[in-house]
């Protein structure tokens, strides 16, 4: 089986030299003919961004942009990323409408970078996701094994996002670490033995776990522990951890059967619709949670919406839903509003400031509560009134 590997990243790293090769030709291709198309105020800028661009992607959703500096893009365009400073965020242009702006690389893919991902599974040690495990133990053709990894790509978008952390924090060696408090415990971009070191230790005075920036090893290693179903939790924590399929599987049974969790965040390109979906699915009929968290999420789209509505009509302990930068189109918004005039329990529902005038003026009873929906910016207004009044009562 492992001679099988073997055989199959040679023949993979070929795959991958032939199609940088290609790339380089293309982007040159690509790039010179649009030329034609940018004004002459820009040609400097073109022309280093001809030298500096580096990889064509392609979009796997529409996006629609959360800030004015978003490069805004319909699924399937081609865009070249000639920056990428920030591993979440990426800049760079459309090759259709030429315009420049900001990119979430969680909304993006392309083909050299998915044969060097499953060239990495291939060469490490372990995985954890049951498909990539599959996919590496399969005796197949190694065209079979690509056609196979590139379905599991399309069936769970965020899976890019996921393997891309992967291999940046074992090809840095990135060694995680942990921080106990007295009644909280952090991980930050911890090894799976440290995550088992953490569900060895961790008792009922811990009330929050706190996870960033983890592995799909180390993901897997923490959520998958019974011992966390029966732990005496409020509060759980995860950012900049992309949860694919397997992933969600494990947090859902964790939802279903702990019933102390008050607090749940999932933040910072952590989920997509699916995630949600499965997420709305087991909160359905939960009767602790009181705040879902879904901040900063580009691949929660207008799928989502749907699943969102019905949480929101079937949960009676929900009191507060922060949707703010995520892919929601304002239709999407508006069914979530409908479901808010049925559901009484809510009190707090956070949303981007893009969405306020067309709620406003679109939703007929918008008047009936206005009072329990807040916008970004009053959002983040609230929260600074909030620390202020504290501070003067502290002083007092």
Request: proline letters at 2%.
């Amino acid at each position: 089986m492992k001679a099988g590997r073997e055989e199959a990243l040679v023949e993979y790293k070929k795959q991958i030299e032939l199609l940088q090769e290609n790339i380089s030709i293309t982007s040159v291709q690509l790039l010179m003919s649009e030329k034609g198309n940018i004004e002459k105020k820009d040609q400097c800028t073109q022309s280093l961004d001809t030298l500096t661009a580096k990889f064509i992607y392609t979009a796997c959703i529409d996006y629609h942009g959360i800030r004015g500096i978003d490069l805004l893009f319909s699924e399937g365009e081609q865009l070249v990323i000639y920056n990428n400073p920030d591993k979440f965020w990426w800049y760079g242009r459309s090759l259709v409408s030429g315009d420049k702006g900001r990119i979430p690389s969680s909304c993006v893919y392309s083909m050299l970078e998915s044969l060097q991902l499953l060239e990495f599974i291939l060469s490490v040690e372990e995985v954890s996701l049951p498909i990539l495990q599959k996919i590496r133990n399969d005796s197949s053709s190694n065209d079979e094994k690509a056609s196979l990894f590139l379905e599991t790509i399309n069936d769970d978008p965020i899976m890019i996002s996921a393997l891309r952390q992967d291999k940046e924090l074992h090809d840095k060696g990135v060694r995680g670490r942990v921080k106990w408090d007295s009644d909280k415990v952090y991980l930050y971009s911890p090894s799976p033995v440290q995550c088992n070191e953490v569900i060895s230790n961790i008792n009922n005075n811990h009330k929050w776990i706190s996870l960033h920036s983890s592995s799909t090893n180390s993901t897997v290693s923490l959520l998958s522990s019974t011992k966390l179903h029966t732990l005496n939790l409020r509060r759980l924590v995860i950012q900049y951890s992309p949860l694919t399929n397997d992933c969600i599987q494990y947090l859902c049974i964790l939802l279903t059967n702990n019933k102390t969790i008050q607090g749940l965040v999932i933040s910072y390109h952590s989920i997509s619709d699916r995630g949600v979906t499965n997420i709305c699915q087991a909160l359905e009929h939960n009767s602790t949670l009181t705040s879902l968290d879904l901040y900063d999420n580009p691949l929660i789209t207008s799928t989502s919406g749907q699943a969102l509505s019905h949480l929101l009509l079937n949960n009676s302990s929900l009191v507060e839903l922060n949707l703010r930068k995520t892919s929601l189109s304002t239709e999407s918004i508006l069914l979530i509003l409908q479901s808010l005039m049925d559901n009484k329990k809510i009190r707090t529902l956070i949303l981007d400031y893009r969405h306020k005038e067309t709620c406003i003026n679109t939703y007929p009873n918008y008047h009936l509560i206005q009072d329990r929906v807040v916008y970004e910016y009053e959002w983040n207004q609230q929260k600074r009134d909030a620390v202020v009044s504290l501070t003067s009562h502290s002083r007092h």
